[in-house]
């Protein structure tokens, strides 16, 4: 595996510390991989001349100047920020759950490489972590502060909390008056109709909104055997449950679930991917660029 | 509730294992922690309700399992609910020993019924033992008396079977002098035969509580009578011998009819429906002139005994005054050794000599002398004497007068010609040979005189003209016995009659059968089947062949003895009779069963239960 490849698998890159820097090695890693610069077709401004150094295009040479000074410069742009972009974050009590990496810490890695990439993109980022409320907002830059700021927030999210997902999307919807590209990672443990409901309102405010999914394999499988008492990350109820019992109906129910939500939000013309803890990072970083594209 | 094992009653304390397990498996429970448990309550709520009850209904079952076992194991025994225990009476206890108890271990069960039910009365209680029937149990010396609790398990066990008939009526007529301490109360333990209720006490009981604890009849099946097929023919070689069995039961009754005596053996498997009789015919050598007739149900239990006896009459001398053909060789035998009747005719009454003859035929005589009125009326005042007058065309003043004691003659003879017998009163034991043909009614007359009979008219003519007056020892035929003046002579029947005619005028039996209970006085030895000598006056008490001075008599139970017709529920109310049973009312019943049946049916649920999610 190319070593800038292997921060694509979220086992690996959990063992990382700082947060920048696994950020940086999953974009980093998933660009390598990509044939096509996403640099490419950018509405650019001119910013400066640059003196042609070895291993730059000759097709960036601007031969006028050539002309004029005989020596060979580099027209240098001003990149323009044409993107904003909000990473909506649920880090609520189920986001806690799973067993090698928990989804919160999945939604990070991949928040974190979103907003990473986005910064590098020079699009204006930004962030909102909640769980029954807004627990913290910062409102989209293509600053360095920014990104400093929204990487601190990310680290800082801890699985808290009951979802109310609904009723955070409808604030939200309120509060983000420009329109943009929101990007929701949750496991959308709410009222599906609902939550259905409120992300239409993005809809209604003229965003474009990429979703997420995350979920742990555990939760679509329920590959438990034995008798247990299972306790909601959220609320803490219990109830012993044998798995083998319930493991058919509840596995039936769980792809009703996401049939659900593929169906309504296809029909909503929302993006729908579903994540789960185990899948390499460059999917759902695929799946943000092929969004992006579209946008512009 | 009372328990034969009480110690295995602490195993019961083993419940506590699978509580205990229960709760630690309970502990052992991984705790899982899990996104939300949203989804799985919403689309397994029913599901989980129903888990949860089925961990709690697997406990209980495992609970009640270990419970159950110990209790079964402890053998819980439930006491009647009929009888509160610690009950104090004056008990009066009549103890039914009839005959019919003797059927199979009928008698035992009526002794330990008797004991079960003291065991519910209270030891101050007092008590009173009664025999239904007579036995030897009280005497002048031991009236009856009440005794202690003590006391009456004694006394009950003394008590023997009797071959005697009683009724409860006769024994409560019996009681105690003594006053009574407690409340009265009256117990029958027995099978509540009917005729053990005729005349029942009522007024007595109402007083009191009568108890009636039902002993399952055993018998149901009895042999009413046995009789020989023909009674008139005179066998040479072999006989026939009717044995009529009447099943009283509801049920169909299968068994065999054995039949022995002396020398011979005979054995007939019968079949008889509920309610209905079955004649048995056994084909007797003439040598075989008694014995035993035993009918056995399918577990050879024997349900009714009979003795028979079959001797020929004491030969009677019979004299025929005036037209003797038909009459004489009708009477007489080919085998004279063995014919019933010493046969002799004369023209005139006058030639007879009276002290010889048993029975003196009148046959078509118009009219007597004077003097021969008296030597008949002597003659007819004799014991076991008999006359029999078929009329003539006229009859004298004198003839008249000697019948005028049974029936008043009308003179004069009419009508002419002839008339058919139109009623025979088939009930009357001359008849019985008849019984079920229409030979007697097809009979006609030609010459018959009116007559008003006294009593005893047991035949009569068309018109208002009776046929056959029987007045004790003497019969009227109102016509002659002769082929000119009637056709009856042409008729089988009528040979059987007259026989019957002699039979029942002279009183002479044609087999020789007592019954349980009588005594014969005209003896001078009497041997009773056990061996001892008897002394005069002394009942027959026990059945058997008994020999009387030289010739050998039948004793037989009482046919009421063998009827079986129990005492309705219905009527046992109507007569204020409190009906307890041994299974529902006074049986402890053994637990122990169906407990076992419960533990296996928790096991074959646990296991369904484990099976099904």
């Known amino acids: ?296 | 509730m009372t328990f034969l094992h009480p110690l295995y009653l602490l195993g019961i304390s083993l419940i506590a294992v699978p509580i205990i397990i229960h709760l630690w498996f309970k502990k052992r429970l991984k705790k899982i922690p899990f996104s939300t448990l949203r989804f799985l309550k919403k689309s397994e709520a029913k599901k989980f309700g129903w888990l949860k009850f089925r961990e709690i209904l697997i406990l209980v079952l495992r609970c009640l399992f270990i419970t159950f076992l110990f209790l079964s194991l402890a053998k819980p025994q439930i006491k009647g609910k009929f009888f509160g225990a610690g009950r104090l009476s004056s008990v009066i206890l009549v103890i039914d020993n009839s005959y019919s108890m003797a059927y199979g271990e009928n008698f035992k069960l009526v002794k330990e019924a008797a004991n079960e039910l003291l065991s519910f009365y209270s030891p101050k209680s007092e008590f009173c033992v009664l025999p239904l029937c007579k036995t030897e149990f009280y005497n002048n010396d031991n009236e009856p008396h009440w005794v202690s609790k003590k006391s009456v398990f004694e006394l009950i066990n003394k008590l023997n079977l009797s071959y005697k008939s009683g009724s409860i009526k006769n024994v409560l007529s019996n009681l105690p002098t003594s006053t009574t301490n407690y409340r009265v109360e009256y117990v029958y333990i027995g099978d509540g035969q009917e005729f053990n209720f005729k005349d029942f006490p009522e007024e007595l009981v109402k007083q009191a509580n009568f108890y009636w604890l039902k002993i399952p009849s055993g018998g149901n099946i009895s042999i009413n009578k046995v009789t020989l097929k023909d009674p008139v023919s005179i066998p040479l070689d072999n006989y026939n011998l009717n044995v009529h069995i009447t099943n009283f039961s509801q049920n169909s009754w299968n068994g065999k009819a054995t039949l022995k005596t002396k020398d011979y053996y005979f054995e007939k498997d019968c079949e008889i429906h509920p309610e209905q009789e079955l004649n048995l015919e056994f084909l007797l050598p003439v040598s075989a002139a008694h014995g035993k007739i035993v009918l056995y149900d399918d577990s050879l239990i024997a349900d009714n005994v009979y003795y028979f006896s079959k001797s020929l009459p004491h030969r009677l001398n019979v004299i025929i005054v005036g037209n003797d053909r038909f009459l004489y060789s009708g009477l007489s035998s080919a085998d004279e050794s063995n014919s019933p009747f010493y046969v002799e005719s004369v023209e005139y009454l006058q030639k007879v000599n009276f002290p010889k003859f048993d029975v003196v035929i009148l046959n078509g005589i118009d009219e007597i002398s004077e003097s021969d009125k008296i030597k008949l009326d002597n003659f007819i005042n004799q014991n076991q004497k008999s006359v029999i007058f078929f009329m003539g065309k006229k009859v004298g003043n004198n003839l008249k007068n000697f019948i005028s004691q049974s029936c008043n003659i009308e003179n004069p003879i009419s009508p002419k010609g002839y008339a058919t017998l139109d009623w025979v009163d088939y009930a009357h034991p001359i008849f019985n040979v008849f019984v079920g043909s229409t030979v007697l009614k097809n009979i006609k007359f030609y010459h018959f005189q009116k007559i008003i009979a006294h009593k005893g008219i047991i035949a009569k003519l068309t018109g208002d003209y009776p046929f056959l007056v029987i007045d004790d020892n003497l019969a009227v035929v109102a016509t002659q016995f002769t082929p000119y003046n009637t056709d009856i002579v042409y008729k089988t029947a009528f040979i059987p009659l007259v026989f019957r005619l002699i039979i029942n005028t002279t009183y002479k039996s044609y087999n020789k059968e007592f019954y349980v209970g009588e005594n014969i006085t005209t003896y001078t030895k009497l041997k009773a089947p056990t061996g001892e000598y008897l002394t005069k006056g002394t009942e027959l008490l026990v059945p058997g062949f008994y020999t009387v001075d030289s010739e050998t008599i039948g004793v037989n139970v009482i046919p009421e003895e063998g009827n079986l017709k129990i005492l309705g529920d219905g009527a046992a109310k109507i007569l204020n009779i409190q009906t307890i049973t041994l299974d529902n009312d006074l049986a402890e019943s053994n637990l122990s069963h169906t407990l076992l049946y419960f533990v296996l049916f928790i096991i074959l649920l646990e296991l369904l239960l484990l099976l099904l999610y």
């Open chain 1, 1 to 296: 595996m190319i070593i800038s490849k292997k921060y694509l698998n979220p086992e690996v890159l959990a063992r990382l510390s700082r947060l920048d820097l696994k950020a940086k090695l999953v974009v980093e890693g998933f660009m390598s991989g990509l044939h096509l610069s996403p640099y490419k077709g950018f509405s650019q401004e001119f910013a400066d001349y640059r003196q042609y150094m070895p291993g730059d295009e000759p097709k960036r040479i601007d031969w006028k100047a050539f002309g004029r000074s005989d020596r060979f410069y580099i027209k240098e742009y001003q990149e323009e920020t044409n993107l904003r972009a909000y990473i909506l974050l649920d880090k609520s009590g189920s986001m806690g759950y799973g067993r090698k990496i928990n989804k919160l810490e999945y939604a990070k890695y991949l928040s974190a490489s979103l907003a990473y990439m986005l910064f590098k993109q020079k699009d204006s980022v930004g962030i909102a972590t909640f769980d029954t409320e807004i627990r913290e907002i910062i409102p989209p830059s293509s600053k360095k502060s920014n990104f400093t700021q929204i990487l601190k927030t990310i680290d800082k999210a801890a699985p808290s909390g009951e979802t109310s997902l609904s009723n955070i999307l409808f604030q939200l919807a309120q509060k983000l008056k420009r329109r943009g590209l929101v990007i929701l990672i949750s496991d959308l443990f709410d009222e599906p109709e609902t939550v259905v409901k409120s992300l239409r309102s993005f809809r209604c405010r003229k965003h474009e909104i990429l979703v997420f999914h995350t979920l742990d394999v555990d939760e679509y499988k329920f590959p438990f055997n034995k008798s247990a008492i299972f306790y909601d990350l959220e609320d803490s109820s219990e109830m012993i449950i044998q798995p083998n019992i319930i493991r058919e109906s509840y596995q039936k129910k769980f792809k009703e679930l996401l049939e659900f939500y593929r169906y309504k939000l296809l029909e909503s013309h929302i993006d729908y991917e579903i994540i789960y803890t185990n899948t390499p990072y460059d999917k759902a970083l695929f799946s943000y660029l092929q969004k992006r594209g579209r946008l512009l």
